[in-house]
């Protein structure tokens, strides 16, 4: 996999490089990139699971002085809410919402409950990719009296050789901070890429430069030590 910008690709203890997202985590590993949701995901399946949990305990203690309907419905929000919440919990473990693989040839969009390969949404050979384009929404001043978003929604679309559009990722940052969500959403485009032999198409009015990774200025290409970056 090619070299990617060091302020945005960090490294794990395993050997395996990320990118952090939105919510969402690339995993960048040899042959395989893999879009996941992040740790911080697993709050939500946690709190459904003890709320269950506590359901579960005033059924057994107090489950003879309940009246029908409310046992009815503490056992239907059981019956709702415990198979959600593990299914949650562990593809916020393990599971994959996007996968590109260079030895299976495609990119893979999986379904987000499940999350373990079970029940793929959608499949693209790598053959049938006609480019990667990055996009940015709320720069523009025409969304509400003339003013921009307080958000820059960059997003990683593939586009298929149907003109078909895939989002693989979402990265919203603040205006100050679009510097560093084009980095990320590039980052990720990049590495897709270079698996992938495609192209990486960037939003009219942004270019490719080059920035000295110990200084943080902008320079000439030139050999040596230094990461491409894209700014306005």
Same mark, same amino acid.
């Given at each position: 996999m090619q070299d990617l910008p060091g302020h945005v690709v960090e490294q794990r203890r395993d050997g395996r490089r990320y990118i952090l997202l939105h919510r969402s985590v690339a995993v960048l590993e040899g042959d395989k990139v893999e879009v996941k949701r992040a740790?911080?995901?697993?709050?939500?399946?946690?709190?459904?699971?003890?709320?269950?949990?506590?359901?579960? #305990?005033?059924?057994?203690?107090?489950? #003879? !002085?309940?009246?029908?309907?409310?046992?009815?419905? +503490?056992?239907?929000?059981?019956?709702?809410?415990?198979?959600?919440?593990?299914?949650? +919990?562990? #593809?916020?473990?393990?599971?994959?919402?996007?996968?590109?693989?260079?030895? =299976? !040839? #495609?990119?893979?969009?999986?379904?987000?409950?499940?999350?373990?390969?079970?029940g793929a949404r959608d499949v693209v050979p790598f053959d049938r990719i006609d480019h990667l384009e990055v996009t940015i929404e709320g720069d523009q001043p025409d969304r509400w009296q003339g003013e921009t978003d307080? +958000?820059?929604?960059?997003?990683?679309?593939?586009? =298929?050789?149907?003109?078909?559009?895939?989002?693989?990722?979402?990265v919203p940052v603040p205006p100050s901070a679009q510097a560093d969500g084009m980095d990320r959403t590039l980052?990720?485009?990049?590495?897709?890429?270079?698996?992938?032999?495609?192209?990486v198409h960037i939003p009219e009015g942004w270019e490719l430069v080059t920035i000295d990774t110990e200084t943080g200025e902008v320079k000439a290409p030139r050999a040596g030590k230094s990461k491409r970056r894209s700014g306005r």
């Amino acid at each position: 996999m090619q070299d990617l910008p060091g302020h945005v690709v960090e490294q794990r203890r395993d050997g395996r490089r990320y990118i952090l997202l939105h919510r969402s985590v690339a995993v960048l590993e040899g042959d395989k990139v893999e879009v996941k949701r992040a740790r911080s995901t697993i709050i939500l399946p946690l709190v459904g699971l003890g709320l269950s949990a506590i359901t579960g #305990s005033l059924l057994v203690s107090r489950g #003879s !002085g309940l009246g029908l309907w409310a046992l009815v419905l +503490l056992l239907l929000f059981c019956l709702l809410v415990v198979p959600i919440s593990v299914m949650g +919990l562990v #593809s916020s473990f393990v599971g994959a919402s996007v996968v590109v693989d260079r030895k =299976k !040839g #495609s990119v893979t969009w999986q379904q987000g409950a499940l999350g373990m390969g079970i029940g793929a949404r959608d499949v693209v050979p790598f053959d049938r990719i006609d480019h990667l384009e990055v996009t940015i929404e709320g720069d523009q001043p025409d969304r509400w009296q003339g003013e921009t978003d307080s +958000l820059r929604q960059f997003a990683l679309v593939l586009v =298929k050789d149907n003109a078909k559009r895939l989002e693989v990722a979402r990265v919203p940052v603040p205006p100050s901070a679009q510097a560093d969500g084009m980095d990320r959403t590039l980052a990720l485009a990049n590495a897709i890429a270079g698996l992938a032999g495609t192209t990486v198409h960037i939003p009219e009015g942004w270019e490719l430069v080059t920035i000295d990774t110990e200084t943080g200025e902008v320079k000439a290409p030139r050999a040596g030590k230094s990461k491409r970056r894209s700014g306005r």
